[in-house]
Structures are given as structure tokens and as C-alpha cells.
């Protein structure tokens, strides 16, 4: 478990959304572990709810409520993804407690811009697929972070390899829909 701080270095909170704090927040954290990361996974909890029924975790994760302005969300890091377990299929054994309001999720990825779509060679399997992205030379390694909510909330953040800066990172609630729904998915009965 990680808590991570809700402010930025000044002290003001990064964004008004309290999903998007959260991953603005997951970005920052795991901007600073460094590329060529594995898939990491979020819980999402009500900072306040924890703080008043968990005091003890609450204050372990430096939650305590000492006067400071804490986030509405505090995003907790859980266990490793196992390896070589598919994405969705890792995604598909979830069942999250009722305390997690919401969770999120950093992956990182090889893309093109939408003008390569064109040279794409017919026929490819994922695995040739995958190889010809990793060669083509307008490939971009980008960092996504998708967190969403079980009010059905989502937000994105996108981060070039190339322009690895706060401040160049997009954010919106549709970047990244096909992780957004498997996330969402998590939360359904």
C-alpha cells in the first residue's frame, strides 16, 4: 500500500474533480518509479470514511487529521499484477469491498498517431501486430492512468515517454474507454 499526497509542491490542489486529483495524483507517483513499469492496480477510498473507520490505517497511511487538507480520495496501492496473467483477465477476478469507491489503474503502452492507421499490414495477429507497432517509427510509449468510480465517474490521464513533464500530461474522461470499462466492470455484481 501506497498513499501518495493530494497537493501539488505549492501546496494548492492539482485539479477540482476529486477523481482527477486522484489521478493526477497515481500519475505523479508513478512518474516517479520511472518507465518501463509493470501494470500497476489502485483502490480508491473516501479519505474521510477511512480517516473515521480506520483511524489506525488512517494514520499509518499519514492520513491523520491534523488540520491539513486532504484529498476526498486517497488511492491505495494493492499487491502486484501476477505475471503473465492477460490484462482483462486479471481484471475480470476482481471483486472490490464496499469500502473502495472507485479504483484506477497505470499501464503503459506502445501507440501510433491516427495517420498510421492507414499502413497497417492486413492480417496480423496480436503478436506480429504488436511486433510491427514496436518497429513502426512514429511509435510513441505513452503511460495511461484510468481511475473510475462506482457512480459510474471516470478520468484519464495520458503521458508521452517523450514529454515526461506534469505539465504535459491530458487528462479527460475519455482517453482510454476500453480501460475504463474494464475497470468498471470491476464493480459490477
Not at 5 to 32: H, R
Not at 71 to 77: D, F, G, Y
Request: a negative charge; one cysteine or more; aromatic letters at 4%.
Amino acid at each position: 500500500m501506497f498513499p501518495m499526497s493530494n497537493v501539488s509542491p505549492s501546496g494548492p490542489p492539482m485539479a477540482a474533480s476529486p477523481l482527477t486529483v486522484a489521478v493526477l495524483e497515481i500519475d505523479e507517483y508513478v512518474s516517479t518509479l520511472g518507465w518501463d513499469q509493470p501494470a500497476r492496480l489502485f483502490a480508491l477510498v473516501d479519505t474521510a470514511r477511512l480517516r473515521a473507520q480506520e483511524p489506525g490505517l488512517a494514520a499509518q497511511l499519514g492520513l491523520d487529521d491534523d488540520g491539513a487538507t486532504t484529498a476526498a480520495l486517497t488511492p491505495v496501492e494493492q499487491e502486484e499484477l501476477p505475471a503473465g496473467t492477460a490484462l482483462d483477465e486479471f481484471l475480470a477476478t476482481i471483486a472490490w469491498p464496499d469500502a473502495v469507491a472507485g479504483c484506477a489503474m497505470t499501464v503503459e503502452r506502445l501507440m501510433l498517431p491516427p495517420s498510421a492507421e492507414a499502413s497497417v499490414p492486413d492480417g496480423l495477429d496480436e503478436k506480429r501486430l504488436t511486433a510491427w507497432v514496436a518497429e513502426h517509427p512514429d511509435r510513441q510509449e505513452v503511460r495511461m492512468t484510468v481511475a473510475v468510480l462506482r457512480d459510474g465517474a471516470r478520468e484519464s490521464a495520458v503521458r508521452l515517454r517523450e514529454k515526461d513533464s506534469a505539465s504535459e500530461v491530458l487528462t479527460g474522461s475519455g482517453l482510454v474507454p476500453g480501460l475504463a470499462e474494464a475497470l468498471a466492470a470491476t464493480f459490477e455484481s
